[in-house]
């Protein structure tokens, strides 16, 4: 499952949330200190496995 990164406004804390895509589409995040939506999300590079074809 992807993690997102948001990076509140208001109190400038940092906070991951694990979520779908459809999820992420649907839910809007809150800061977990202050209750805040307003929000900006920071991208984390996805991090990718190589999948190794047998
Ligand atoms: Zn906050």
């Known amino acids: 499952m992807p993690t997102y990164e948001f990076l509140c406004l208001k109190c400038q804390r940092e906070f991951t949330v694990i979520m779908t895509i459809r999820e ?3 839910k809007r995040p809150a800061c ?3 209750g805040s939506t ?3 999300s920071q991208f984390t590079s996805v991090v990718t496995k190589t999948s190794r074809k047998s």
């Open 32 to 34: 977990p200190d202050c």
């Open 38 to 40: 307003e929000l900006e």
């Open 24 to 26: 992420r589409g649907e």
